[in-house]
């Protein structure tokens, strides 16, 4: 008798106390994009970035919907690792040049209607970066970083909707090193409109218990206090 009360009231202490949480991977693909370009004050329906003869060094933004990560009554949403994978459509080569992603606060944009000069705000560092050569039929892949993970928790426990801003740095000023032989150096990617070709986040999420603070510390102390005395009585 003892015994099974005993048990009972671990596994209910130890469900209580418990934070784990199945985990799960989303592929998330944006529901908006746009290239800003500076000579012209114009936008262009592919991602550009890199210096481009014609668009000078540009600035993509990427727009995505999180709601579907939002998580169910009583428990709360954990960001464990974000990644985002972008697909060339064309590229020029030429050597290695950095890439990178920077947050950016108004939501409200709409790719279609954003022109150079009334383009969205980025914020001043990057969450994530990456480095490689550019070359045809080569991907960019954006590996998860703590800033990274730390915008997406951030948005999706807000308002749900991620923007960032895609852009190359570090390209000094042209000819070189934007021009390389002769040929701009760039990347153009698929845009949201191309579905599973655009650039792709991967985040892998849990969830875990929000327990109520006041009644968890009492519900704790009190099967401490039954564990107690149900084992002293057994042992009798």
């Known amino acids: 008798m003892f015994r099974s009360k005993y048990l009972i009231a671990s596994a209910i202490l130890a469900s209580a ?19 800003a370009i500076p ?32 998580a169910p009554q009583g428990q709360q949403l954990v960001i464990n690792s974000v990644t985002m994978t972008a697909n060339y459509s064309a590229s020029t080569f030429g050597d290695p040049f950095t890439q990178s992603l920077y947050p950016v606060v108004d939501d409200s944009w709409t790719g279609g209607a954003i022109a150079w000069a009334s383009r969205p705000t980025a914020g001043a560092t990057a969450v994530a970066s990456d480095t490689r050569p550019v070359a045809w039929n080569n991907v960019t892949m954006f590996n998860s970083t703590a800033g990274f993970v730390s915008l997406v928790q951030q948005e999706a426990d807000g308002d749900g909707t991620l923007s960032m801003m895609f852009k190359a740095i570090d390209l000094g000023t042209p000819p070189t090193p934007e021009t390389v032989g002769g040929a701009n150096q760039h990347a153009e990617y698929y845009p949201f409109s191309s579905g599973a070709t655009a650039p792709r986040l991967d985040i892998d999420y849990s969830y ?21 005395r149900w084992r002293s009585r057994s042992e009798v």
Request: net charge negative; glycine share 6%.
């Open 208 to 228: 875990a218990p929000v327990p109520e603070p006041a009644s968890f510390g009492l519900i704790g102390t009190s099967l401490m206090f039954m564990l107690t």
């Open 17 to 35: 106390v418990s934070t784990a949480a199945f985990g799960a991977v989303a592929n998330i693909l944006p529901t908006d994009s746009f290239t």
């Open 39 to 70: 000579n012209s004050n114009g936008t262009n329906v592919f991602i550009y970035s890199g210096y481009y003869y014609s668009f000078e060094t540009t600035e993509s933004f990427l727009k995505y919907d999180l709601s579907s990560l939002a």
